[in-house]
């Protein structure tokens, strides 16, 4: 019994191990992404593009590794439930590596052109620093189960509504004169830069919740 | 054993009939919000907007029961895999919700003004007519695991795509002369409306998969 306990946890640790390696490859993805908005840097952006299939792959298999332990192990409730959690973390990282998938889009699309009009770089990029920086913290949470890291990410994710607003404002402000496919743009992206952060504050509280079994108040 | 497997049997109809009420519920979350949206009708957004709690409770319930379905009945490989399905299943379904919710408030932020001007209001109502039809198509599809209707949800998500296409094509019309916060949300709905019916194709190619083990081509 306790051997099999043990092989049980190695699978839980090598499954945890991938969520945390699927969370830096999709930082990754969004630092580049970010980067070529802001340098109009087709080349970057065409990587980001290519490696979304690599994130997809690498969740596809977690998903497969995660159904299968739960159909050879037969884990017990609790057991059971870190694996679903598992499933369900990895799809939220999974949805943001799309996220950064459809900011270099943003860039392809308008190249050789920029997306981003200068007096609005310094917003994005710090919207893509925070994104980055938010998805560092999620790989540690996963891997450490650090609940006061995980509740960090919320104030993260605070920091991010804000310059979100902060960009609307600015787009809308009447002596701005933005044309309206500028204004398309901007507000997309602002949009993907959101969600993404609200996917990593899904996967905080999924870890919160493993660890207490309550949710953040 | 054969009792056994009629208990099961009854449980994952059960979660089926779960699924489809939820789809119902979402459809008409989705009908409202368009129809609020249209005629800045606050009533029938703030209708939406308390709807989605019970749209989450329903979920959550849903959830809670797969997963004890999981830990007590411990299924083979291929019943494990209709209930992880039906938990993906949930969860794009309640994203809809979210979505429709969205929409509802883009009413309330702006009313007593309407977020439409009047020349986009038939574009905006055959999104969300679009949307409806293929949350019905779906709820039917997870009904009765009709593989070929799944794949007509493909060519529905096709005419919301398009529509989405020309929405933002009359808004970067030079003479239209929108105003910013215009642009701004019709970008937002029009982008809502395409995610939600991504969900619902998410949906329909699941349910493919169950029945035929592999995604339409």
Known sequence: MALIRSAFQDELDHISQSLVDLAEM???SM?????SILTSDLKLAEEVITSDEKVDTLQHDLDTRIIDTIARQQPVASDLR?????LRMSSDLE??????HHIAKVCRMRHPESAVPAELTEIIKSMGAADVKITEKIAVVIATR???MALEVDKDDDVI??????LITKLVEPSAGYSIDKA???TLLGRYYERYADHAVSVAHRVYFLV???YPA
């Open 31 to 35: 630092a580049k992404a970010t980067s």
């Open 184 to 186: 398309i743009d901007l």
């Open 212 to 214: 207490t079994g309550e």
């Open 95 to 100: 949805r943001m590596g799309d996220l950064a």
């Open 146 to 148: 650090n609940t006061e």
């Open 161 to 166: 509504d804000e310059l979100h607003r902060v």
């Open 26 to 28: 999709v930082s990754i």
């Open 82 to 86: 870190a694996l679903i959690t598992a």
